[in-house]
């Protein structure tokens, strides 16, 4: 099973759009928060067909409009905070927070813990547990748009680089 990874979204729908091309391939996609606006769930929901599941990031602001649209789309799950699933054999834990995370790493119950939040790419472990910041859909922070694909069966993630929208 593949699953595509993102986060930090941040209206920037050129970039979703890219993102989501890339994980067409995908059998879930797996959103770390930071959508920013309740459209972003539109874009979301009508491009990508397969499970996306979400938890909210501290820059998403209305929470009710999110939630609302999201009811048009029996394939997006809205997790709140804490979003703990089994996909491919795996059990993942998704977090907005990188300090949580490192937390959610640490208690031995995942074996990927997924996150966002500061905006910085990064693959690394907490004991067996793998942990996986995408980095940001934005591109505007950093200056890089990526996102992961991580293989359940092989239990590798792959860093994706996204183009960025010309200024």
């Known amino acids: 099973m593949k699953i595509a990874i993102i986060s930090d979204i941040h209206d920037q729908l050129t970039q979703l759009e890219r993102a989501l091309q890339a994980s067409q391939h995908t059998d879930a996609l797996l959103c770390c928060g930071d959508l920013c606006s309740p459209f972003v769930i539109e874009a979301l929901g009508k491009t990508y067909s397969m499970p996306i599941h979400i938890v ?47 937390l959610l790493a640490a208690s031995g119950h995942f074996d990927v813990v ?42 590798m993630a792959e860093k994706i680089k996204l183009p960025l929208q010309a200024s």
């Not at 910085?120 to 992961?148: D, K, Y």
């Open 56 to 102: 909210f990031g501290n820059n998403d602001g209305d929470l009710f409009r999110i939630t609302q649209k999201s009811q048009g789309f029996s394939h997006l799950h809205l997790h709140g905070e804490l979003a703990e699933l089994e996909l491919g054999g795996v059990r993942f834990g998704m977090q907005h927070f990188d300090n949580i995370a490192r």
């Open 114 to 155: 997924c996150f966002g939040h500061n905006h910085r790419f990064e693959l690394s472990r907490v004991e067996a547990c793998q942990l996986i910041n995408p980095g940001e859909v934005h591109g505007g922070l950093s200056g890089q748009s990526t996102m992961v694909v991580y293989d359940t069966e092989a239990r």
